[in-house]
């Protein structure tokens, strides 16, 4: 017999078991977010339990399966994403900027960000999502661009919609947008999700609650900007992204480095 599916307050009332203990200091773990969250189901599958292994020989040689591009493989298109196909997607069309920081404050310049998200129905471009939403012919939710000499990117996309997953009964995730920054070198990859002011859901999401400390977990909402809102075209939404440090954006806890 299959085991019965977790109800949402069986995994709220473990997201608040977690906050708690997250609370106190004999047993909150400072930085990133658990490996293991029981709240998040499938965590507990997705990162490694055995001790790292050291790449011997050329320490160059971890850097070889990482990806090569240059500043002419990147154009304006790519962070259009309402501009990559033939008409233009359905959705509420916004402007997603900010600035990429140092631990320090410092504008980080040359990075790449690439960015993937759902359709405005709450569905990805992909063979595997099952979710019985509309795809959208005009949209294919990926997107990428470099930090200018301010260390600031840009992208223009429509808002994603929330989607069901199978976590637990009646799970849904909040609207979000999937963030990659690949720093000077692969290895440093930070890939995390930035998330919509007053999202209802914020409470129920235990990938996003898995960042127990609030404050971390405030800085993963970007904010909505009325100066960066272009008249009768999109609305405009600021969101600064830290690469470390005590005031760094926390990591996706679904990506398992």
Same mark, same amino acid.
């Given at each position: 017999?299959?085991?019965?599916?977790?109800?949402?307050?069986?995994?709220? !009332?473990?997201? +608040?078991?977690?906050?708690?203990? +997250?609370?106190?200091?004999?047993? !909150?773990?400072?930085?990133? $977010?658990?490996?293991?969250?029981?709240?998040?189901?499938?965590?507990? /599958?997705? @990162? $490694?339990?055995?001790?790292?292994?050291?790449?011997?020989?050329? $320490?160059?040689?971890?850097?070889?399966?990482? $990806?090569?591009?240059?500043?002419? #493989?990147?154009?304006? /298109?790519? &962070?259009?994403?309402? +501009?990559?196909?033939?008409?233009?997607?359905?959705?509420?069309?916004?402007?997603?900027?900010?600035?990429?920081? #140092?631990? !320090?404050?410092?504008?980080?310049?040359? =990075? /790449?960000?690439?960015?993937? =998200?759902?359709? !405005?129905?709450?569905?990805?471009? *992909?063979?595997?999502?099952? *979710?019985?939403?509309?795809?959208?012919?005009?949209?294919?939710?990926?997107?990428?661009?470099?930090?200018?000499?301010?260390?600031?990117?840009?992208?223009?996309?429509?808002?994603?919609? +929330?989607?069901?997953?199978?976590? @637990?009964?009646? &799970?849904?995730?909040?609207?979000?947008?999937?963030?990659? /920054?690949?720093?000077?070198?692969? &290895?440093?990859?930070?890939?995390?999700?930035?998330?919509?002011?007053?999202?209802p859901l914020f409470p129920y999401d235990p990938i996003l609650q898995s960042v127990t400390d609030p404050a971390a977990r405030s800085r993963l909402v970007a904010a909505y900007d009325h100066d960066l809102s272009t008249p009768e075209w999109a609305l405009g939404y600021r969101w600064d992204i830290v690469l470390d440090g005590p005031a760094a954006t926390p990591p996706d806890p679904e990506d398992p480095r």
């Amino acid at each position: 017999m299959e085991p019965e599916e977790p109800t949402q307050a069986r995994i709220s !009332a473990e997201i +608040a078991a977690a906050h708690r203990a +997250a609370a106190d200091p004999e047993e !909150a773990a400072a930085g990133h $977010p658990p490996r293991a969250f029981a709240p998040y189901r499938s965590s507990a /599958l997705r @990162h $490694p339990r055995q001790p790292l292994v050291a790449a011997g020989g050329d $320490p160059e040689a971890v850097e070889r399966g990482g $990806p090569v591009f240059g500043v002419t #493989d990147v154009t304006d /298109l790519d &962070a259009d994403l309402t +501009a990559q196909h033939l008409g233009e997607p359905i959705g509420e069309r916004i402007t997603v900027t900010g600035q990429v920081l #140092d631990r !320090a404050g410092r504008p980080v310049t040359g =990075q /790449l960000v690439e960015i993937w =998200q759902a359709n !405005a129905a709450g569905r990805y471009a *992909h063979r595997r999502d099952r *979710h019985p939403a509309p795809l959208d012919p005009h949209f294919t939710g990926v997107g990428r661009c470099l930090t200018d000499a301010e260390g600031r990117y840009r992208f223009t996309t429509v808002r994603p919609g +929330a989607y069901p997953w199978r976590n @637990h009964t009646n &799970a849904w995730r909040p609207a979000h947008i999937h963030f990659s /920054l690949f720093g000077t070198a692969f &290895a440093q990859r930070l890939v995390t999700q930035m998330y919509f002011p007053g999202d209802p859901l914020f409470p129920y999401d235990p990938i996003l609650q898995s960042v127990t400390d609030p404050a971390a977990r405030s800085r993963l909402v970007a904010a909505y900007d009325h100066d960066l809102s272009t008249p009768e075209w999109a609305l405009g939404y600021r969101w600064d992204i830290v690469l470390d440090g005590p005031a760094a954006t926390p990591p996706d806890p679904e990506d398992p480095r």
